[in-house]
Every structure is written in C-alpha cells, then in structure tokens.
C-alpha cells in the first residue's frame, strides 16, 4: 500500500496533520510502555505496589484490556499465595476470553482502524496458561481433583482451538507436554500409577515428537525416570524393559519411611510484544492469485482474491507495494536458567526444563502471522480503496484519509507479560519430618544464588512447591 503524504499541505487540513503527527508519536508507545509504573514495580518483586498500579489505572479493567487486567490480577494473588482469589480471577478470565472469542461486534471497525481497538482475545499458549495457574493453584489448596480437570483442559482447549484452523495453517503448540506431565505428578501423588503412566507416556511422546523440535526442549530426566518407575508398579513388564533400554538407565527404589516433594520452579518473564513492519511487493497474477513477496525474510505468501466481490478485488489489483505492521516478540532472557537442590550439601537434585514458554510465545505468534496475513491485507486494501476513491472526488479530504490510515497503522503489542520465561521441576525423596533445603538457581556467566526452602514431609505422601524467579537480562 502506498500511504504518501501529500507534499502540498493547505492550510486548511494543516492542523489536522498536526493532530496526526501528534497522535502518530502517542501512538508509538508499546503496550509494555504505556504500564511503565506497574512493570516496573512488578520487576523489583514490589507486587502490592504492582498490584496498587493495576487497580488504580481505569482504563486497564475496560473491556478492550479486561482479559489482561484478570490475567494480571490472578497472577499477583498467586505471587501473594492468595490461592482463592487467584483462582478466582484466573476463572472471570477464562469466561471472558471464551465470551471475546465468540463476539465479532468489534470487527468492522477493527478492519478500517487496528486490532488495539478490539478487546484483546489472548494468544493460544496464554489461553491455557491461565489453566496451568489454576492447576498450581488447586495444588497448593491440595484440592488435587480440581488440578486435574484444570491439566485436562489446557489439552482440550488446545485441540479446539486447531481444529478451527486450516490444516496448513494450525499452530505447532498444538498439545503440552508439561501439562500431561502435571497430570501424571497428580495421578502419581493418589497412588493411581496406570494413570500416571499413561499420562507421563503421553507427555514422553510429545516432547521427542514436538518439543524437541519445534521448541529445543527435550523430555526431562525425571519424566522418564517416573515412567520407568509407575510402568514397574503397573506390572507393564514389556513397557518398562522397553524404555529402560532405551533411556539407559533404571529408577530409584524408594523407602517406606519417605515422602516425595515435586518442586516446579518458574524463572525470568515472558517476552514482550513490539511492533514490527515488513514490506512486501505485490505480484497480480492472471489466474485470480495475488502473491505478496518479501526477498528479505524470504516470505511468499500467495492470496486467492478471484473469489471476492468487484470493488474488494479491485482495490487489490491496484495495489503494488505494501507495508504491514505486526506485533513480534522481544525476549527477555532469564538470568538464572538452571536449578539445583541441596541437601545437606551432599545430594544434588538438578531441576529439568518442562516448558519453554518463551520458545512458544515466538512460535504460536508467527504460526498467528502467517494466518493473519491476508486479514491484514484486506484491512490495507479496504482503506486504500477509500483513500482512492475520497482522493477522487475531494483531494483535500483525501489526504485527511491519508494521514488517518498512516497514524492508525500500527499493531497490537499488548500482550500477557506478567508470565515467567520457563517451567523446570524436580521430585526430591526426603525421610518423614521437617527439613529445610537448598535451592541454589545458577546462570551461564557463573553467579549463583542460594534460597532456603523450608519443607514438611510425611512418608508415602506427596507435597508441592513451587516459586518463581523473576530476575531477567
């Protein structure tokens, strides 16, 4: 699309370019930005005076960034181990996401203007996040019933969620293989190994099949050592014999006197979204196709447009050159990124990688991009075509269109930026009584740093802890 501005401006819609020009640097800030106050006291771990910001600030609870406020607010009350309410927050939102999702009413003029005026609809992989969250919370709550259907329906909604895509075009976090890990933990804990088993063979599967490839995170040892173990308890001879030759090692037998504590651990933060525009030249065929090629990032994206009606077409077919705007990531690198458990500085539980949120945030959104590209497209042409044709009749009045869709064209940066950089867990064996550990978390230019976990054991019994490490490059 070619949005010039007129060289030759009168003095009649000179103070509306100002206005533009105005609006256009406002509008530059990114969603992260415009919440300087709360990011930066949720960065320092201040989460009451994060909190305070959040509630203080109207337009956060409108409904354009209501699934934002609720994703925010249930995940400061988890932080503030109020389980209750954050399972009560993270459930409003679960309902107000799926009500956003079925609304159109915003699409009309999100075509004409940008995706920032719609109510924000959450990516995919945050969706189900907020599941995970209740999953943790119900556990903290030892409410395991009520974590499982949360593990259940991060899967179930991600399977919905595919299949209303094309098949070509469907996003590659298509099934978590942590949250089947999660459910095999709880089915673990009630002393239910079959189930266990079959969620953990599950989760295995997933990991060498997706995760490996897609997000460079491969399945944890502590995934296959629980395997081998419920397989042995299940009697699944074959099955354990199987995967003991092929992971090369055996499981630890446990003593009867002993209680297992699984300890998720969270680090850094989830990247943020910023805005990036990528140019593309458009190509007409003659058989109905319009292709849009970028050399630069080596995209060719081809769009059948001979079925749309006349003047949609058209606006096409005039097109040769266009600039689209769209959201991309920016990562926050966590700075510790590996952990270990220390008892009595003498055995050593290193915690595995089960989630890479970071890697998945980057991948659903381009999986998004590539879908979204010819809605995007249209939104171009629609308003080229009304810039052309007010041009026609009123030049004047069309470069007031031009510099509208100019300053309205720019993406939609918000995004949940309140979750963690990645998931790690670990399942420690303690004898019955109280013990405090160590957690010393280390990152790659060799700076450690020691936590003391108090814990509390009963022999045969399964507890959970969980904590989150925030500090980010």
Known sequence: MNQKLPLHISGKILPVFLFGFLLLLSGCATYYMQNEAFNSYFLQGDIASAEKVLDKDKKSNRTKNRALFLLNKGTLSWMQQDYVSATNYFNEADLF?????????????????????????????????????????????????????????????????????????????????????????????????????????????????????????????????????????????????????????????????????????????????????????????????????????????????????????????????????????????????????????????????????????????????????????LRLATKQAIESFTRSKDENLGALISIFNAVTEKADTRNWQTLPNSIHYTRIRLKEGKHTVTLKVNSPNGKSKNQQVDLEVKAGRTNYFTFHNMESN
């Open 97 to 377: 996401i799926e009500d956003q999702r079925k609304s159109i009413g915003s699409e009309a003029l999100a075509m004409l203007i940008n995706p920032m005026t719609k109510p924000y609809v959450p990516e995919d992989f945050e969706n189900v996040m907020l599941n995970f969250y209740k999953a943790l919370s119900y556990l903290e709550m030892g409410q395991t019933q009520e974590a499982l259907v949360e593990c259940r329906r991060v899967n179930e909604k991600l399977y919905a969620i595919n299949d209303k895509y094309p098949k070509n075009y469907q996003n590659r976090y298509s099934d978590d293989a942590f949250a089947h890990t999660l459910m095999g933990l709880i089915y673990d804990s009630t002393g239910d190994s079959n189930n266990a088993f079959i969620a953990y063979r599950n989760a295995l599967k997933i990991y060498e099949d997706n995760y490996l490839k897609n997000f460079n995170t491969p399945a944890p040892r502590q995934l296959k050592e629980d395997l081998l173990r419920t397989a042995y308890e299940t009697g699944l001879n074959q099955e354990y014999e199987f995967f003991k030759n092929k992971f090369g090692f055996d499981f630890k037998k446990t003593d009867k006197d002993e209680g297992d504590v699984i300890i998720i651990w969270l680090t850094g933060l989830g990247p943020v979204k910023a805005e990036w525009s990528i140019n593309f030249s458009a190509v007409n065929g003659s058989n109905g196709y319009l292709t849009m090629v970028n050399n630069e990032e080596n995209i060719t994206l081809p769009f059948f447009v001979g079925n749309m009606d006349n003047s949609t077409r058209n606006s096409f077919s005039n097109l040769d050159f266009v600039r689209v705007a769209f959201p991309k990531y920016e990562e926050r690198g966590a700075f510790y990124t590996n952990a270990d458990i220390l008892i009595n500085d003498s055995i050593r539980y290193h915690l595995d990688k089960g989630e890479d949120i970071n890697a998945i945030a980057f991948k659903t959104l381009k999986d998004r991009m590539v879908r979204e590209m010819a809605n995007s497209l």
